[in-house]
């Protein structure tokens, strides 16, 4: 495993174990989970962990927003899961029509959307040279190198799709590709086998006619995907009653000698239709009203995003474009990338608060390039305004981008590198030139709206409207003896029956099996965090000791029955303070653990932490002790 395998086994721990994983699979930001149950899953607790952004539950999916480095924790993640139960009874997609909609899609889109977008930029990159270099370059032999490169994927997407949309269906994704590569075969894509037969009363299939489009099925999208659905369910049904001793080949040539024909006679003609009658729907809504359409889809882009519902639309440009046809669709995204960058920009330059500026600049620099991920949940939408400005200025630049007719005639990447989309294929920059203009017009407007209309700011100074101190956080760590907040028999925190805290992922401590059913402060500090079932709840000390004390194992799915708590969050505490009451037989009764982790979350900051030695803690026994790096006068055997 990676550097991140800790933060993996908390996750997956934290979305109810493997037991609970259908699938995941990642995009630029985020592990998207499909999970059994989702109520199993410990959203609050994701949500305050290090390392996550924040969870979102859309689209039949469970998603945890990580950062840019989402790639190196999923293969983690992956580690930690190991071979997943993709059983047929576990497979069904959840939510309704719109929900499996946008997860099937999204699921068949996200693997090729990076090859598609460096497609897009080397054509860009060509446009670029032939404008720069003139009529030599467009007839030399790098012109048609680079032509390939950029024109070789689409021309031949539905075999990717093919991979990826069976392996969405739960098909042999290498099946998939071979009837894809029977739709673009050569023959069929330069019309030569179409003019062979058409004196002979055109094609057909043991006499039964049927058409290809004119340039045949190369460039499209949805005939592919309704045919491996079919396939897929196909497949499943022929390895229920195919003999083992031939499965291995009969199997695929079953599918593909079925699929292959009815796609060519009945599913490919019918979903050709479908998807020239809706991106025609597209185009009519656009023309009723471009400056509207720009103005809604800039404003409403950010939060389709959020939800990830912008994998409605992407397909329905992925198809112009591969059709050789310009699309305005996906310029709402650029513009709504950039005004949300200047938004970050205002809260960094704006803040006192430390930390959030800390976190704003790694947000405010990933904006540039189109993930705004970080941004969104991390900074502009926990403080609202900034959010919302950033909302209306994409939603007015987006109503100017159609105005003055900005399109894409390519896939472009993200953020500064997506002006290399609004290059016309015979070199026209004009509209490259328009789009940067715009881009800097939105980070500037992001950033003067975002300042004049301002935020909450929890800097020091404002510390103490929450009955905070400004001296509630100190600098440094110091030495610190921590009383038990519960009464009862002392646990080791291996033999806690949670992996995330027996595994010390969470941070070092100890446990109690309580025998008083009520939770008292160990020492003098403020409450950071009271989760709102009142199950778990996180203090700081005065000398700066984080404390986490989570009542009970997969207490939260009480949603706080049988909970009271006497503190709210940001209220100052004093050493013996009752925090929370709970009801211990009726815990149990309902079959939970009550086992109580009380975990140093700041562990790394001590050289030490100590658990006593003794087997049970009354009131006003220490049960934890830390040791700072610089402190040698404790010396005891750590846990």
């Given at each position: 495993?990676?550097?991140?395998?800790?933060?993996?086994?908390?996750i997956?721990?934290?979305?109810?174990?493997?037991?609970?994983?259908i699938?995941?699979?990642?995009?630029?930001?985020?592990?998207?989970?499909k999970?059994?149950?989702?109520?199993?899953?410990?959203?609050?607790?994701l949500?305050?962990?290090?390392?996550?952004?924040?969870?979102m539950?859309s689209?039949?999916?469970?998603?945890?927003?990580?950062?840019?480095?989402?790639?190196?924790?999923?293969?983690?993640?992956?580690?930690?899961?190991?071979?997943?139960?993709?059983?047929?009874?576990n497979?069904?997609?959840?939510?309704?029509l719109?929900?499996r909609?946008?997860d099937?899609?999204?699921?068949?889109?996200?693997?090729?959307?990076?090859?598609?977008?460096?497609?897009?930029?080397?054509?860009?990159?060509?446009?670029?040279?032939?404008?720069?270099?003139?009529?030599?370059?467009?007839?030399?032999?790098?012109y048609?190198?680079?032509?390939?490169?950029?024109?070789?994927?689409?021309?031949?997407?539905?075999i990717?799709?093919?991979?990826?949309?069976?392996?969405?269906?739960?098909?042999?994704?290498?099946?998939?590709?071979?009837?894809?590569a029977?739709?673009?075969?050569?023959?069929?894509?330069?019309?030569?086998?179409?003019?062979?037969?058409?004196?002979?009363?055109?094609?057909?299939?043991?006499?039964?006619?049927?058409?290809?489009?004119?340039?045949?099925?190369?460039?499209?999208?949805?005939?592919?995907?309704?045919?491996?659905?079919?396939a897929?369910?196909?497949e499943?049904?022929?390895?229920?009653?195919?003999?083992?001793?031939?499965?291995?080949?009969?199997?695929?040539?079953f599918?593909?000698?079925?699929?292959?024909?009815?796609?060519?006679?009945?599913?490919?003609?019918?979903?050709?239709?479908?998807s020239?009658?809706?991106?025609?729907?597209?185009i009519?809504?656009q023309?009723?009203s471009?400056?509207?359409?720009?103005?809604v889809l800039?404003f409403?882009w950010?939060?389709?995003?959020m939800f990830?519902?912008h994998w409605?639309?992407v397909p329905?440009?992925?198809?112009?474009?591969?059709?050789?046809e310009?699309?305005?669709?996906?310029?709402?995204?650029?513009?709504?990338?950039?005004?949300?960058t200047?938004?970050v920009?205002?809260?960094?330059?704006k803040?006192?608060?430390?930390?959030?500026?800390e976190?704003?600049?790694?947000a405010?620099?990933?904006?540039?390039?189109?993930v705004?991920e970080?941004?969104?949940?991390?900074?502009?939408?926990?403080?609202?305004?900034?959010?919302?400005?950033?909302?209306i200025?994409?939603?007015?630049?987006?109503?100017?981008?159609?105005?003055?007719?900005?399109q894409?005639?390519?896939?472009g990447?993200?953020?500064?590198?997506?002006?290399?989309?609004?290059i016309t294929?015979?070199?026209d920059?004009?509209?490259?030139?328009?789009m940067?203009?715009?881009a800097a017009v939105?980070?500037?407007?992001?950033?003067?709206?975002?300042?004049l209309?301002?935020?909450e700011d929890?800097?020091?100074?404002n510390?103490?409207?929450?009955?905070?101190k400004?001296?509630?956080?100190p600098?440094?760590?110091?030495?610190?003896?921590?009383?038990?907040?519960?009464?009862?028999?002392?646990?080791?925190?291996?033999?806690?029956?949670?992996?995330?805290?027996?595994?010390?992922?969470?941070g070092k401590g100890?446990?109690?099996?309580?025998?008083?059913g009520?939770?008292?402060?160990p020492?003098n500090?403020?409450?950071?965090?009271l989760?709102?079932?009142?199950?778990?709840?996180?203090?700081?000390?005065?000398?700066?000791?984080?404390?986490?004390?989570?009542i009970?194992?997969?207490?939260?799915?009480?949603?706080?029955?049988?909970?009271e708590?006497?503190?709210?969050q940001?209220?100052?505490?004093?050493?013996?303070?009752l925090?929370?009451?709970?009801?211990?037989?009726?815990?149990?009764?309902?079959?939970?653990?009550?086992?109580?982790?009380?975990?140093?979350?700041?562990?790394?900051?001590?050289?030490?932490?100590?658990?006593?030695?003794?087997?049970?803690?009354?009131?006003?026994?220490?049960?934890?002790?830390?040791?700072?790096?610089?402190?040698?006068?404790?010396?005891?055997?750590?846990?």
């Open positions: 495993m990676g550097k991140y395998e800790a933060l993996a086994k908390n997956v721990a934290n979305v109810g174990g493997k037991e609970n994983v699938s995941v699979v990642n995009c630029i930001t985020r592990l998207r989970f999970l059994k149950d989702e109520s199993k899953a410990n959203t609050e607790i949500k305050n962990m290090d390392g996550v952004v924040t969870v539950q689209g039949g999916q469970y998603q945890v927003v990580i950062g840019n480095h989402v790639p190196d924790v999923r293969l983690d993640v992956d580690a930690v899961l190991g071979k997943l139960d993709i059983s047929e009874s497979t069904g997609a959840k939510g309704n719109f929900d909609f946008v099937m899609i999204s699921g068949i889109f996200q693997p090729i959307l990076a090859p598609l977008c460096a497609a897009g930029m080397l054509k860009g990159v060509n446009a670029i040279l032939s404008f720069a270099l003139g009529q030599g370059y467009q007839t030399s032999a790098s048609a190198v680079f032509n390939a490169m950029g024109d070789g994927l689409f021309l031949f997407l539905p990717f799709i093919g991979y990826s949309s069976m392996k969405k269906f739960k098909g042999s994704p290498f099946l998939g590709m071979m009837i894809a029977a739709l673009v075969y050569p023959g069929f894509l330069d019309g030569t086998i179409t003019e062979t037969f058409a004196k002979s009363g055109g094609l057909n299939l043991f006499g039964i006619p049927f058409s290809v489009p004119a340039a045949g099925y190369g460039s499209t999208v949805m005939p592919i995907i309704a045919i491996t659905a079919f897929a369910f196909l499943r049904q022929l390895k229920k009653i195919v003999p083992d001793v031939v499965k291995l080949f009969l199997v695929p040539f599918t593909a000698i079925i699929s292959v024909p009815l796609g060519f006679l009945v599913i490919g003609p019918v979903m050709n239709v479908a020239d009658a809706l991106g025609r729907g597209l009519a809504l023309g009723f471009p400056i509207i359409f720009g103005v800039g409403a950010q939060i389709l995003v990830g519902l409605a639309i329905f440009a992925i198809i112009a474009l591969a059709k050789g310009p699309t305005a669709l996906l310029t709402a995204a650029s513009i709504a990338s950039f005004a949300q200047g938004a920009g205002a809260v960094m330059m803040t006192k608060d430390k930390k959030l500026r976190l704003a600049i790694p405010f620099i990933s904006g540039w390039f189109g705004t970080p941004a969104i949940y991390g900074i502009t939408l926990p403080k609202k305004r900034p959010f919302w400005a950033s909302c200025v994409s939603g007015v630049l987006g109503g100017v981008a159609m105005a003055i007719g900005i894409a005639y390519t896939m990447a993200l953020g500064i590198f997506s002006f290399t989309s609004n294929l015979d070199g920059v004009s509209g490259a030139i328009k940067m203009i715009l939105a980070v500037i407007s992001g950033f003067i709206v975002t300042y209309l301002g935020f929890n800097a020091p100074q510390l103490e409207k929450n009955n905070f400004q001296d509630t956080f600098q440094t760590v110091t030495s610190a003896t921590i009383l038990t907040p519960v009464e009862g028999t002392v646990v080791p925190l291996a033999q806690v029956k949670d992996a995330a805290f027996s595994a010390g992922i969470m100890a446990a109690i099996e309580p025998t008083v009520e939770v008292h402060a020492f500090g403020t409450v950071v965090t989760f709102p079932t009142k199950h778990a709840l996180g203090l700081i000390s005065d000398e700066g000791v984080e404390l986490l004390i989570h009970g194992i997969d207490t939260v799915q009480l949603e706080g029955k049988y909970f708590a006497f503190v709210k940001g209220q100052r505490i004093n050493k013996g303070d925090l929370v009451k709970f009801d211990l037989e009726k815990i149990n009764e309902a079959g939970y653990s009550t086992q109580i982790p009380i975990i140093v979350t700041n562990s790394q900051d001590y050289q030490k932490v100590i658990a006593t030695h003794q087997t049970s803690v009354g009131k006003k026994d220490p049960l934890l002790t830390t040791v700072a790096a610089q402190d040698t006068t404790l010396v005891v055997n750590p846990i």
